[in-house]
């Protein structure tokens, strides 16, 4: 069975600072790893997905992530916070194995971002 | 534009009547998908289905029921069964593989059982 944690609920970080959400999974297989974004009553948003190419993923709004095989993390960044990143963030891991439930999203508990002027 | 329709946005209900989600696509996807909102705890999966007129039970099916009669409708029962009902529902399609698709979700609905 594959999981993820996501250290820290809430994360506070000032306008145009570095914003780093944390990520780690556990996985027997090689894990397809996934960043969602939640706005305030919407649903999720992709920003960026590992599926086992490069290691470091661009993805949307200035967003990336680092897939570490050694630290078993996909940690998300961004080096200069805006006032428009203030949203919920999920990681998510696909479970491994090749029936239908199998390949399912895990989704971790979510990181609520909070940047401040 | 396309993208998912959920309905209604908010609902209100009493405790041991049944409720009934919509959930509409017009992305012409295979796949779609039930998650329940919980605060604090990420979004668990209640049912999928991978085609029309197929679907599979996720991980808190109980007391929830759907049905897959069309590709682009994915419509999801709240039983009276269900102990907890009160909760944040959000319908989504995905695209590409099985594996590595992107979710699309739909804004959700709210319910809420006085």
């Known amino acids: 069975a594959q999981s993820v944690t996501q250290l820290g609920s809430h994360v506070s970080v000032s306008e145009g600072a570095l914003v780093l959400l944390r990520c780690n999974y556990s996985?027997?297989?090689?894990?397809?790893l996934f960043w969602y974004v939640q706005y305030p009553n919407q649903g999720l948003q992709l920003l960026l997905k590992y599926t086992s190419a490069a290691t470091l993923v661009k993805g949307i709004n200035g967003f990336e992530a680092e897939f570490k095989k050694s630290e078993t993390s996909f940690h998300l960044t961004k080096p200069s916070a805006h006032m428009s990143d203030a949203a919920e963030y999920f990681c998510?891991?696909?479970?491994?194995?090749?029936?239908?439930?199998?390949?399912?999203?895990?989704f971790g508990s979510g990181t609520q971002l909070t940047v401040l002027p | 534009d396309g993208g998912i329709t959920q309905s209604p946005k908010y609902l209100f209900r009493k405790e041991g009547q049944n409720v009934t989600l919509s959930c509409e696509q017009n992305l012409n996807h295979d796949a779609m998908y039930w998650y329940r909102q919980d605060p604090g705890q990420g979004l668990r999966l209640i049912y999928y289905?991978?085609?029309?007129?197929?679907?599979q039970k996720g991980d808190i099916a109980e007391g929830y029921s759907v049905s897959r009669e069309k590709k682009e409708s994915f419509p999801l029962t709240v039983t009276s069964a269900q102990k907890n009902p009160t909760a944040f529902y959000l319908c989504a399609s995905r695209t590409g593989a099985a594996n590595t698709g992107e979710l699309f979700f739909g804004e959700g609905s709210r319910l809420t059982v006085l």
């Open positions: 996985s027997s297989v090689p894990p397809y």
């Open positions: 998510a891991v696909r479970r491994g194995g090749s029936s239908g439930s199998a390949r399912q999203l895990t």
């Open positions: 289905s991978q085609i029309v007129n197929d679907f």
